[in-house]
């Protein structure tokens, strides 16, 4: 029979290091990004937007958007865009969720979006996402 230990060797063994990228689905049409590796709640804002926040202290550690081709759409309608280049298919995470009361007024008044917006600035290494990304 396994042993305690033997099992924390073989996590270990087979632990994946940690990366902090931001990945987009297509077939949900959603961006979710983590900024830590810890256990977390989420905290569903609005049919955009979910955060995930660190069970120790309550600070986001993560977020899942959703319906991000609809609301380039709805950016693009308003001739706001947040592509890195002009044709390209990259976009600025820090743009993208700015941008949302634009289309969803409410979202100002919500401090989720403060709360991420504030902890994207801090994580200039995840920047951008690229929407033609496989996951």
């Known amino acids: 029979m396994a042993t305690e230990t033997d099992i924390q060797e ?5 632990k994946r290091p940690f990366n902090s990228s931001p990945t ?8 979710e990004l983590f900024f830590s590796d810890e256990d977390f709640h989420a905290d569903r804002v609005d049919c955009w937007l979910t955060v995930y926040r660190s069970f120790g202290d ?11 081709k609809t609301l380039l759409s709805a950016f693009a309608s308003l001739g706001l865009d947040c592509r890195v280049l002009r044709q390209g298919s990259k976009v600025q995470l820090l743009s993208l969720i700015a941008f949302v009361p ?7 008044e919500r401090d989720p979006y403060r709360d991420l917006l504030n902890c994207l600035k801090t994580h200039p290494e995840v920047q951008e996402v690229d929407l033609k990304q496989v996951a």
Do not use: S
């Open 10 to 14: 073989v996590i270990e063994r087979y």
């Open 24 to 31: 987009y689905t297509e077939v949900g049409d959603c961006i």
């Open 58 to 68: 309550g600070r986001v550690i993560g977020f899942l958007l959703k319906n991000v």
């Open 102 to 108: 634009w289309v969803e007024p409410a979202a100002i």
